[in-house]
């Protein structure tokens, strides 16, 4: 199960199991939606970080990072 939103309260989604199924392991990855200006578009990139860099990045925050491999390594 998938979620998403635009609050800071992460979730688990409800699972609907049959009753010959059982849940398996849980995960949680956390993501900054990027909108970077390329020449007349702009283009959406999406990178993966840690819990708390999420908890601290506001909705509409403009960031400065060094990327490196299409993934974030630094945050200046």
Same mark, same amino acid.
């Given at each position: ?7 800071? &309260?992460? %979730?688990?989604? =409800? ?8 849940? #398996? ?19 959406? &990139?999406? %990178?993966?970080? =840690? ?8 909705? #509409? ?16």
């Amino acid at each position: 199960v998938t979620t998403q939103g635009n609050d800071r &309260q992460p %979730y688990w989604g =409800d699972l609907n199991l049959r009753s010959n199924e059982r849940e #398996g392991g849980r995960s949680e990855h956390y993501y900054i939606i990027a909108y970077i200006a390329d020449d007349e578009n702009m283009v959406e &990139q999406r %990178y993966e970080v =840690d819990k708390i860099r999420w908890q601290e990045t506001n909705i #509409g925050n403009e960031l400065r990072v060094k990327i490196s491999l299409g993934q974030i390594v630094e945050f200046e």
